[in-house]
């Protein structure tokens, strides 16, 4: 590789006037002051983030399992039951999980105001808190009726994962009992 760097720059100097002063300069300057003698250090990878032992997902997932037990509400069959049995334990279950919900994420509605009524969606919105649905022409402001106030979170407090990798998916432990 050095052969044809050598060859390369003997033809540039030799056609390039330009060139061959930038080499003579080269050349001419002081040698910088060599390192001293011993294995070279690596380069450093750049430091990748240890991925997290568990999904922020599944983690939500098997707290609203242990307090409100919303993944055996949802995965449980509901042909044999009555519409009374579903509904004393659907309250259940809608309680617990608007616990969690509410403590861990703090939802405050992104418009103030009752479904129906008017509201005004300012020029310069974000898409992202507006969603516009209808018949959606001209330039904002826009004047419409409020069909759902959507949800803002306040915070994002997920409980920290202290558990194995080896259970990092597991969204509820299997049970047990001893006799």
């Not at 409100?68 to 509904?87: H, N």
Request: hydrophobic share 45%; glycine share 8%; proline share 9%.
């Amino acid at each position: 590789m050095r052969i044809l760097l050598a060859i390369r720059v003997f033809f540039l100097t030799l056609f390039s006037a330009a060139t061959a002063a930038r080499i003579r300069e080269a050349l001419e300057a002081p040698a910088p002051e060599a390192p001293a003698e011993g294995p070279k250090p690596k380069p450093k990878e750049a430091a990748r983030p240890k991925p997290p032992a568990r999904s922020e997902a599944i983690t939500l997932l098997a707290t609203l399992q242990r307090e409100a037990r919303f993944v055996d509400f949802i995965k449980e069959p509901l042909g044999g039951y009555s519409d009374a049995q579903i509904g004393a334990v659907a309250r259940d279950v809608h309680r617990d999980c608007s616990g969690v919900i509410e403590r861990l994420f703090g939802l405050v509605p992104v418009v103030e105001g009752e479904e129906g009524s008017q509201v005004e969606v300012p020029a310069g919105f974000d898409a992202g808190r507006f969603r516009l649905t209808g018949n959606v022409t001209g330039e904002p402001p826009f004047s419409g009726r409020l069909a759902h106030h959507g949800w803002e979170a306040t915070r994002a407090k997920l409980p920290a994962y202290s558990g194995s990798p080896a259970a990092a998916r597991i969204v509820a432990p299997a049970e047990v009992e001893l006799k």
